[in-house]
Structures are given as structure tokens and as C-alpha cells.
């Protein structure tokens, strides 16, 4: 099985600011199936990135996934007041696939 | 427009069994596998299980193992989830999920006597 760490735990930025959130795999992510979702209180996670670099239909241009093998990072390049919410990385390259603890950004 | 919309969820009490739907719309559902994850009650996301486009391979993970069952009909579009043998701690919003094309809106199940 597959754990996967985010860091930081929280994260306190500023609207306009760069926001750099980190996902560790324990071992290598198959095919770099690595997703990025989004989720705000009462409602449920969106999907931003898929297959670590692909942006899901929709999902504006200042979001930006990278990364392969065990690292693996969700960029956010002008945080708009609407980006702050809980954010978690999943991997479903090999069953049973897995989700990390969670980043939540929060406004500083 | 992508569409993934969950029923079924409700109150059960311990022992009991639900049967959850998932109608899928807007992309080849057909061609990708799928997933249900749950959220319980102000937690972290945990994937459930998951099935193969075709149906001919499905995982679960450990906890539900032998207690739920994922199942597919592509010619409705639609995924399922028997859970049967239901505990207090399966409480929990439940979203269908495709990796490639989003979730849906969720479905609560709570296990209660």
C-alpha cells in the first residue's frame, strides 16, 4: 500500500501570493497517476489535476501540477480568495489507492 | 457536461444494508474505471473500492472487504455499492468518483441504531 504525505499540514498565504503544496509517496506512483482535488467546506472535493500535470475541464490556468516517481506538487500561482480551502493528493496508479492527509491553506 | 449523481444513502441500523447508485452522463463511462470514496464526519477522504471498466476486476479496501460490493452496468451508466453487515463507523458521505472526470455531490449513510 501506497501512503502518501502532504506537507505543509497548513499553509498561511496571502491572496496574490505563490502557493507551493508538496505530496511524498512511499514508493514510486505508477504511470504518475497522481490527482490534486480541492475541497471547501459542505461541499464535495473538486478534481483540479490528473495524471500529476493534466488540468481537469474548467479548472483555471494558476493551477499547475508536476512531479513523478515519489514527489509530486500543486502550484498555485496568484492565490485568489476563492483558492483557500482544504486540498488533498490521491494516487490510483495501483490498488488500493490512496489519499494524503490534506493541505489546508488558509488566509494570513 | 460531465454529471455524476449519487442515491440511496440514508439511515440503517447496525447489521443492516443499503444499496447506492451512481447515474454517470456527460463522458465514455464505459471506458474508465471507477471508484467510491468516503468522507466520514470531519475526516480525511478514504477510497473505498474501486472497479475496472469492463467489470472484471474490483478492489476494496481492507475495512469493507467482504461486507461491500462495487458493481457496473454500462449499458445504464451506472455504478453501484452494496454495503451489507453496515457498522457505526461506515458513517460517512459517499461520492462516486472518476479520476479523470471528477466526483459527484455525495450521498450520507448513517449507521445508527
Known amino acids: 500500500e501506497i501512503v502518501l504525505t502532504q506537507s505543509p499540514g497548513t499553509l498561511s498565504l496571502s491572496p496574490g501570493e505563490r502557493a507551493t503544496l508538496s505530496c511524498r509517496a512511499s514508493?514510486?506512483?505508477?504511470?504518475?497517476?497522481l490527482a490534486w482535488y480541492q475541497q471547501k467546506p459542505g461541499q464535495a472535493p473538486r478534481l483540479l489535476i490528473y495524471v500529476a500535470s493534466s488540468r481537469a475541464t474548467g479548472i483555471p490556468d494558476r493551477f499547475s501540477g508536476s512531479g513523478s516517481g515519489t514527489d509530486f506538487t500543486l502550484t498555485i500561482s496568484r492565490l485568489e480568495p476563492e483558492d483557500f480551502a482544504v486540498y488533498y493528493c490521491?494516487?490510483?496508479?495501483?490498488?488500493?489507492?490512496?489519499f494524503g492527509q490534506g493541505t489546508n491553506l488558509e488566509i494570513k | 457536461e460531465v454529471q455524476l449523481v449519487e442515491s440511496g444513502g440514508g439511515l440503517v441500523q447496525p447489521g443492516g444494508s443499503l444499496r447506492l447508485s451512481c447515474a454517470a452522463s456527460?463522458?465514455?463511462?464505459?471506458?474508465?474505471?471507477m471508484s467510491w470514496v468516503r468522507q466520514a464526519p470531519g475526516k480525511g477522504l478514504e477510497w473505498v473500492a474501486n472497479?475496472?471498466?469492463?467489470?472484471?476486476?474490483?478492489n476494496y479496501v481492507d475495512s469493507v472487504r467482504g461486507r461491500f460490493i462495487i458493481s457496473r452496468d454500462n449499458a445504464k451508466n451506472s455504478l453501484y455499492l452494496q454495503m451489507n453487515s453496515l457498522r457505526v463507523e461506515d458513517t460517512a458521505v459517499y461520492y462516486c468518483?472518476?479520476?479523470?472526470w471528477g466526483w459527484g455531490q455525495g450521498t450520507l449513510v448513517t449507521v445508527s441504531s
Open positions: 514508493q514510486s506512483v505508477s504511470g504518475s497517476y
Open positions: 490521491q494516487q490510483y496508479g495501483s490498488s488500493p489507492y490512496s
Open positions: 456527460g463522458f465514455p463511462f464505459s471506458t474508465y474505471w
Open positions: 472497479i475496472k471498466y469492463d467489470g472484471s476486476e474490483k
Open positions: 468518483a472518476s479520476n479523470h
